[in-house]
T-cell receptor, first 112, second 114 residues
Framework: GESVGLHLPTLSVQEGDNSIINCAYS??????FIWYKQESGKGPQFIID?????DKRQGQRVTVLLNKTVKHLSLQIAATQPGDSAVYFC???????????FGQGTRLTINP | NAGVMQNPRHLVRRRGQEARLRCSPM?????VYWYRQLPEEGLKFMVY????????ESGMPKERFSAEFPKEGPSILRIQQVVRGDSAAYFC????????????FGDGTRLSIL
């Protein structure tokens, strides 16, 4: 069945270090992936997306890597800042499906 | 540019009452999605609507729950005869052209059932 899961439920990093958040998916038909950031009391905020015809995409301080062979997605945040503290969700969509399937989330905390 | 607007932000209902949650999509977006989130969990898809049409309601319970997106006005998620298990955060998202485009979320309605 389709599912999206995360390897680590929590991640703690030092301010200024790079953060890597991982996500596994099981639906081989998934062709569109999104990373969202959710702060307490807020809705998910779009960070970056990637389509299955790509294996890497970069934004401002963020990079998403897609490995279709092992069905793995990662979000890299460079020079992590206190404002990056949040829960991060990956979500996937397969062609023809009219919904996003979300993972459980990874809580990222920043140590000063 | 206003984002996705949801109201109310918090809603308290007693068991058996009705809950109505409203969502105004971003300007120019005609695709609306509703999701439900329990504490410490990811979002679960409920329903996908375009103007005046329900496209996919596979994630919505068959009883007590309904959704609409009229030609004029916001999208409404309606829960009749609420039960304690309906307590959750309900999020609305919108996109301009349907799936495979980023969905932009509102800040949700926190529904509490007494």
């Amino acid at each position: 069945g389709e599912s999206v899961g995360l390897h680590l439920p929590t991640l703690s990093v030092q301010e200024g270090d790079n953060s890597i958040i991982n996500c596994a998916y099981s639906n081989s038909a998934s062709d569109y992936f999104i990373w969202y950031k959710q702060e307490s009391g807020k809705g998910p905020q779009f960070i970056i997306d990637i389509r299955s015809n790509m294996d890497k995409r970069q934004g401002q301080r963020v990079t998403v890597l897609l490995n279709k062979t092992v069905k793995h997605l990662s979000l890299q945040i460079a020079a992590t800042q206190p404002g990056d503290s949040a829960v991060y969700f990956c979500a996937e969509n397969s062609q023809g499906a009219q919904k996003l399937v979300f993972g459980q989330g990874t809580r990222l905390t920043i140590n000063p | 540019n206003a984002g996705v607007m949801q109201n109310p932000r918090h809603l308290v209902r007693r068991r058996g009452q009705e809950a109505r949650l409203r969502c105004s999509p971003m300007k120019g977006h005609s695709h609306v999605y509703w999701y439900r989130q329990l504490p410490e969990e990811g979002l679960k898809f409920m329903v996908y609507l375009q103007k005046e049409n329900i496209i996919d309601e596979s994630g919505m319970p068959k009883e007590r729950f309904s959704a609409e997106f009229p030609k004029e006005g916001p999208s409404i998620l309606r829960i009749q005869q609420v039960v304690r298990g309906d307590s959750a955060a309900y999020f609305c998202a919108s996109s301009p052209r349907g799936i495979s485009q980023p969905q932009h979320f509102g800040d949700g309605t926190r529904l509490s059932i007494l």
